[in-house]
């Protein structure tokens, strides 16, 4: 989501109008920052690469005028482009703007080995079976113990819900040096496929991973989203712009179950829930 809107005297970017959906079966984390310290609103030179940002003279910029791929307000002047010799339309907005004092924070290297904590539970109503990723327990402190350690493994630990971010993005054969780059979305693909004539520990989930947004159009693959952080510097509100690359995680559930009767074999619709949770220490509640 991209534009600016005028509010009374002041300047709404994306940061203050968008968000990006959290919780329930979505979820993502920051791999690395590029901030922009110290915003106020007022008037500067809008980004030269803007179309029709340049200038030589004020009739070259319409008083009043809102680009949808700027920044902000044009006041109807030409000013100097900061420190350079060439000039662009000034505009009124958070100052300075983005694309001349960002600040590219080095990448944080220990996310790769964050734990992503999935509880997904799913309902055969027809069969009256519900079934879920965590292996039964009568014992909460075992519980709490054996999630405090385990892993997810396919073979060894298929019942266990904590999955590393290094190695959901192996499975889903993504580059982990392009991701902390540009970032990017992957899904998360929980599959039931219960026969309910065998026993129910049969029925148990599989797991696969998949990049989602398209990393062959570069202009919008990856994922990144803005926010800002608001205080006030001499009487003055301050922002502090951050722009995050990160990955998010979609988990998409697909089930069902079917179970032979003198009918033609039933084949059940199901109703799943599932919430995630970056965490250090899972925790599991009954």
């Not at 709404?12 to 919780?23: H, I, K, M, N």
């Not at 797991?207 to 570069?218: A, H, I």
């Not at 608001?230 to 079917?258: C, M, P, Q, W």
């Amino acid at each position: 989501m991209k534009g600016t809107a005028v509010l009374g005297d002041d300047i709404l970017d994306t940061v203050e109008y968008a968000r990006p959906s959290e919780g329930g079966d979505v979820i993502s984390t920051i791999l690395r920052r590029e901030v922009t310290y110290d915003q106020r609103q007022g008037t500067c030179a809008e980004y030269f690469q803007v179309p029709s940002a340049n200038c030589t003279k004020d009739s070259d910029c319409v008083q009043g005028e809102v680009d949808f791929a700027g920044h902000g307000r044009r006041t109807g002047r030409c000013v100097q482009y900061y420190n350079h010799t060439f000039k662009t339309c000034e505009i009124q907005t958070w100052c300075p703007i983005e694309e001349y004092a960002v600040v590219r924070e080095p990448e944080i290297r220990e996310a790769i080995n964050f734990t992503v904590f999935i509880r997904n539970s799913i309902h055969f109503p027809k069969f009256k079976v519900l079934r879920g990723n965590i292996k039964d327990a009568s014992n909460r402190r075992d519980m709490q113990k054996y999630l405090t350690k385990c892993h997810y493994d396919e073979e060894k630990e298929p019942y266990c819900p904590n999955f590393r971010l290094g190695y959901i993005a192996n499975k889903a054969n993504e580059n982990v040096t392009d991701l902390y780059r540009t970032g990017g979305v992957i899904g998360v693909f929980i599959n039931w496929k219960c026969n309910l004539d065998l026993d129910p520990s049969h029925c148990k989930p599989t797991y696969s991973f998949r990049r989602l947004d398209l990393r062959k159009n570069q202009t919008s693959s990856g994922y990144y989203y803005r926010f800002a952080k608001y205080y006030s510097k001499n009487g003055v509100e301050s922002r502090t712009l951050i722009k995050a690359f990160g990955i998010r995680l979609d988990v998409i559930v697909h089930g069902h179950a079917g179970k032979f009767s003198p009918i033609p074999t039933i084949i059940s619709t199901v109703t799943a829930m599932t919430s995630v949770a970056i965490v250090s220490d899972p925790l599991i509640s009954f």
